[in-house]
């Protein structure tokens, strides 16, 4: 049974894993009177979104440098909390789309007028530094695994045994963290032959004295 619950817990782990894609999630706040606030980018390994509203007011547009939209999709926005009735506003917006490097900029409308837009560059800009909103999923020519981007690419930790210093402990494979184990190691193993000498000493000491006696 033991073994059962966990393989069972071993696969909902896993499959998602091996088999999530490279996404990115765009998280707006929008008012009623169309102020719109980019809240968060975040790409990560995962799943898109499936279920698009049908109709909506709003229209989110993701597009190349040449202008081209790779996207253009209905935003689900809602100012009406049905359990209690209340408004709402500003009011969140998430949605989660497939992730390619040709993202760069992105626009949201209110039917037919442009309310918002921001470039996308920061995404990736390969220019072999690290930089604050790169990571391993959407810049990996500047995030190699390892890198301080606060993402944990933990299948390749396991598959290529890498070190990556965002992932928790035990997915870490650092060599590194071993030092200050080696270190209090060796502390504790001369401490103990320290107090053993003390201790073989004052035994010698009483045996000398017992036998002066």
Known sequence: MN?????LWGWIFFIPLIS???VVDFDFLIDQND???LAQIRAYR??????LPEH???TLKVKTADETALWDIPLAVNFVVLDPLVNVSPTPAMVTLPYVSDYKELEVYRGDRKIFTAKLDFLC???TQCSA???QVSCPGDCPVGSRDGFCGVMDVMDNQQCDSDCLQKY???RNVTVPFIFFTLLAVGISILLWRLYKNKKNQRKSTTTSL
């Open 46 to 51: 995962g799943e898109p979104d499936f279920f």
């Open 35 to 37: 102020t719109v606030v």
């Open 125 to 127: 800009n390969n220019d």
């Open 133 to 135: 909103g790169e990571n």
């Open 172 to 174: 870490r494979n650092c």
């Open 56 to 58: 909506s007011q709003y």
């Open 20 to 22: 999530a894609t490279e």
């Open 3 to 7: 073994k059962a619950v966990f393989y």
